[in-house]
Nanobody, 123 residues
């Protein structure tokens, strides 16, 4: 069983930055991919970024590449999403997810989800 708790959302002006955190708990994360997804009002949930817990390989959606950075702290069992140069279109509820041997952006591969944290970017 994996439990995920997100934090760090809020209101920020366009061009600003936020860092989201995902505190994760499990017996082991070996083989897991931890990812961030987001869902804007009236839109489907979309992939943002993901990281392999073992090895730290990362993958990003094209819309955030170069602006967002995903990282993990093994000692704290926490995954971070540093978001820079935020745009109004980044406004969404951001979810942390975990999946064993998950394909990067396939949300069906992620069995565990957090409750989400709201990010609002004003223009």
């Amino acid at each position: 069983q994996v439990q995920l708790v997100e934090s760090g959302g809020g209101l920020v002006q366009a061009g600003g930055s936020l860092r989201l955190s995902c505190a994760a708990s499990a017996r082991t994360f070996s083989g897991y991919t931890l990812g961030w997804f987001r869902q804007a009002p009236g839109k489907e949930r979309e992939f943002v970024a993901a990281i392999r817990w073992s090895g730290g390989m990362t993958f990003y959606a094209g819309s955030v590449k170069g602006r967002f950075t995903i990282s993990r702290d093994n000692g704290k069992n926490t995954v971070y999403l540093q978001m820079n140069s935020l745009k109004p279109e980044d406004t969404a509820v951001y979810y942390c997810a975990a999946g064993y041997l998950a394909t990067w952006g396939n949300n069906y591969d992620y069995a565990y989800w957090g409750q989400g944290t709201q990010v609002t970017v004003s223009s």
